[in-house]
């Protein structure tokens, strides 16, 4: 159940037996939730990995620097103000 | 290979003849010599499987879920207030669609405090979407649990079965238990292999939010899987005689074919029962038994079928719904209502708290629906 | 089908008495039933078990009032406060006492064509080491009483029947049961 797709629930028969969302990480993407954009300066960042141990989703990858999953970052900021050396900033995202 | 063990062993062996692979279990009181058993068992290296202590009966049932969800076969054991104390996630188990099997030893529920043979703790677990099954004597017990695991693992079922056994009168009764060998078992019951389980490669949201939009879609498909599971019984039933020569079905009829009062009993009253019935043809009287085997889903086809001819039903509760009446009662006029069947109907209210059913007391019950019409529901025997 | 009723103290192993006779008839062929009064067991206080052997399959799931064989551990109940030993017996019916007395010590004895028959099981169970000299357990040696005198049960599976289920001293068990085959009145 790895396909990148929405799953259709129109009938009975579309459903499976358990209430499991399928693949749901994959299709139900979060990105819309958010009204800016955590930006990581790769020459201030440290490598401590806090960024990755806090976000909730969890949307950071402990790449060195880290990476951000921007299809999946809600834009919730706790990365920016976790971060010890202020290496992560707000980036408006006004479209 | 034929033993002779009483009914907490029989549930022992059955879950470890079903080849299960983790037990969950409450230790302490009320819990029963099924899981003393089974740590044993797995202790000695004789089944193969990991059993966890944990510190209650609602853990117990967690543990199950969280197991069996990783596509794993459980089992647990409990009885009484253990299994009300599980009662929150038995609901999880069953909407969860997880195939687990528990073996409940039916004990009255407290207070007053007791450990003796009564069904109020399960039915008061009636509508948690549970298939019940309710065992006459220790054979059925384990061949019980072995078919438990084929019905509920189906892929149009997977629905959580309970096998009860009433306290004492099987689980410190000791009979003829005819244990079936491993290759012959590993032919009757397939490995369980979920469509879904916890994964970490193919990720899936377990139990999500869920809302109106699809809640009900979820509990239409319960509905099907419980009419679907009746079907299923009947065939595993036949299946199971075909291998092993022992029949069971959602009822059991004894020479109700020509008899103008039937008898409508659970669990180990049913053989109690059937003697009764061979008592009072001597005696010239046309009586019969209808044992109904599995309550949930409710066999109501086939109760219909068998009480078609009957002139009186008497239908023995070992239970009580506070304020009504028993429940088996409630149950078996519901179906002839929904099948248009309408003939007098006794409830009789009988071996509650572990009070002894015997074939005067079935008697005495055939008596009073003969004599005046009682009041129903009808406690015997009660000490007025 | 035959329905064997024991008499006990709690502590005396009636129990395990009327597990073993249903083992044993179970070697012979038999269908077998056996369970204790349900309970809560104290040490001391009189307790009940019951036994029940047939050729069919046995269907009934109830305590057992009118018994064909009773068996009493222990002599000092027969006559004890709200204790009624021959509630429910069968006429004809036999009733097998662990006793030092002669079976016509019984008043109950010849009467309503019951027989009584007696041993000393408390001594063999002593000679034997069962349990200890103030506490005998007399358990295992009565079975082979009731082998001798019901013709149920051979003795050799008796004798299998304690192998199985009794954890130690086995072999001085089995050779209890054989004392009292071979001794009973």
């Given at each position: 159940m790895t396909d990148?797709?929405?799953?259709?629930?129109?009938?009975?028969?579309?459903?499976?037996?358990?209430?499991?969302?399928?693949?749901?990480?994959?299709?139900?993407?979060?990105?819309?939730?958010?009204?800016?954009?955590?930006?990581?300066?790769?020459?201030?960042?440290?490598?401590?990995?806090?960024?990755?141990?806090?976000?909730?989703?969890?949307?950071?990858?402990?790449?060195?620097?880290?990476?951000?999953?921007?299809?999946?970052?809600?834009?919730?900021?706790?990365?920016i103000s976790e971060c010890p050396t202020k290496a992560i900033s707000k980036v408006d995202e006004t479209r | 290979m034929k033993q002779v063990m009483n009914g907490d062993f029989a549930a022992s062996y059955g879950a470890m003849s079903a080849l299960v692979k983790y037990v969950a279990a409450y230790p302490i009181t009320p819990q029963t010599l099924v899981v003393e058993k089974l740590s044993e068992l797995v202790a000695d290296g004789e089944m193969d499987a990991v059993f966890s202590k944990v510190e209650s009966e609602h853990s117990a049932m967690a543990a199950c879920i969280g197991a069996e969800a990783a596509g794993i076969r459980t089992f647990t054991a409990t009885s009484s207030q253990g299994l009300l104390l599980m009662c929150e996630v038995l609901h999880w188990a069953a909407r969860g669609r997880l195939p687990i099997v528990l073996a409940n030893v039916n004990r009255a529920v407290a207070p007053g405090w007791s450990i003796w043979a009564d069904a109020q703790d399960s039915i008061s677990q009636r509508d948690t979407g549970w298939m019940q099954v309710y065992a006459e004597d220790n054979q059925e017990v384990y061949d019980s649990i072995i078919m438990a695991y084929k019905i509920a693992e189906s892929p149009d079922v997977l629905l959580p079965m309970m096998i009860n056994l009433d306290a004492f009168f099987l689980s410190h009764t000791s009979e003829v238990v005819d244990l079936i060998d491993k290759k012959d078992i590993e032919k009757f019951l397939p490995p369980y292999e979920p469509k879904f389980k916890l994964n970490p490669s193919e990720p899936h949201a377990f139990n999500a939010l869920t809302s109106p939009d699809h809640y009900f879609e979820l509990t239409y498909k319960m509905h099907l899987a419980m009419e679907k599971a009746k079907k299923r019984i009947t065939e595993v039933g036949v299946e199971f005689e075909k291998m092993f020569g022992r029949r069971y079905g959602l009822t059991e009829s004894y020479r109700i074919e020509d008899a103008d009062t039937v008898l409508v009993t659970f669990g180990?009253?049913?053989?109690?029962?059937?003697?009764?019935?061979?008592?009072?043809?001597?005696?010239?009287?046309?009586?019969?038994?209808?044992?109904?085997?599995?309550?949930?889903?409710?066999?109501?086809?086939?109760?219909?079928?068998?009480?078609?001819?009957?002139?009186?039903?008497?239908?023995?509760?070992?239970?009580?719904?506070?304020?009504?009446?028993?429940?088996?009662?409630?149950?078996?006029?519901?179906?002839?209502?929904?099948?248009?069947?309408?003939?007098?109907?006794?409830?009789?209210?009988?071996?509650?708290?572990?009070?002894?059913?015997?074939?005067?007391?079935?008697?005495?019950?055939?008596?009073?629906?003969?004599?005046?019409?009682?009041?129903?529901?009808?406690?015997?025997?009660?000490?007025? | 089908m035959i329905e064997i009723r024991l008499h006990g103290r709690g502590g005396q192993g009636a129990v395990k008495a009327a597990e073993i006779l249903a083992k044993a008839a179970f070697y012979d062929g038999k269908v077998v039933q056996s369970f204790p009064f349900f309970g809560v067991e104290r040490r001391g206080a009189p307790v009940q078990a019951f036994t029940r052997i047939s050729d069919?399959?046995?269907?009934?799931?109830?305590?057992?009032?009118?018994?064909?064989?009773?068996?009493?551990?222990?002599?000092?109940?027969?006559?004890?406060?709200?204790?009624?030993?021959?509630?429910?017996?069968?006429?004809?019916?036999?009733?097998?006492?662990?006793?030092?007395?002669?079976?016509?010590?019984?008043?109950?004895?010849?009467?309503?064509?019951?027989?009584?028959?007696?041993?000393?099981?408390?001594?063999?169970?002593?000679?034997?080491k069962l349990g200890s000299e103030s506490a005998p357990i007399v358990n295992t040696a009565i079975v082979g009483a009731i082998a001798k005198v019901t013709g149920l049960v051979t003795i050799d599976s008796v004798k299998k029947a304690i192998f199985d289920t009794i954890p130690r001293n086995k072999e001085a068990n089995a050779v209890a049961a054989e004392d009292t085959f071979k001794n009973v009145k």
């Open positions: 990148d797709k929405k799953v259709e629930l129109n009938k009975v028969s579309d459903y499976p037996e358990m209430p499991v969302s399928l693949g749901s990480m994959l299709w139900n993407k979060t990105s819309s939730w958010r009204n800016f954009k955590p930006v990581i300066d790769g020459t201030k960042c440290i490598g401590c990995g806090i960024c990755w141990k806090f976000c909730p989703e969890p949307a950071i990858f402990p790449t060195n620097p880290p990476t951000v999953d921007y299809d999946f970052c809600k834009g919730c900021g706790i990365c | 180990t009253i049913a053989g109690t029962a059937k003697e009764t019935v061979d008592l009072l043809r001597k005696e010239g009287k046309k009586v019969g038994n209808l044992k109904i085997r599995v309550f949930r889903p409710f066999p109501q086809e086939e109760v219909c079928e068998a009480l078609k001819n009957a002139k009186k039903v008497i239908v023995v509760d070992r239970d009580y719904s506070y304020g009504f009446e028993g429940a088996f009662f409630t149950e078996v006029k519901s179906a002839l209502y929904n099948k248009g069947v309408m003939k007098p109907l006794y409830g009789m209210m009988a071996g509650i708290g572990g009070r002894d059913v015997s074939t005067g007391t079935l008697k005495e019950i055939v008596a009073k629906a003969e004599g005046e019409d009682p009041k129903n529901p009808y406690f015997i025997g009660v000490k007025l | 069919e399959k046995i269907r009934i799931h109830s305590y057992i009032y009118e018994p064909d064989v009773l068996v009493v551990l222990d002599p000092t109940l027969i006559g004890a406060e709200g204790v009624n030993i021959l509630e429910g017996l069968r006429s004809g019916g036999k009733v097998i006492v662990n006793s030092t007395k002669e079976p016509s010590a019984f008043d109950f004895h010849g009467k309503n064509g019951v027989t009584v028959y007696t041993v000393d099981a408390t001594a063999i169970a002593v000679k034997n």
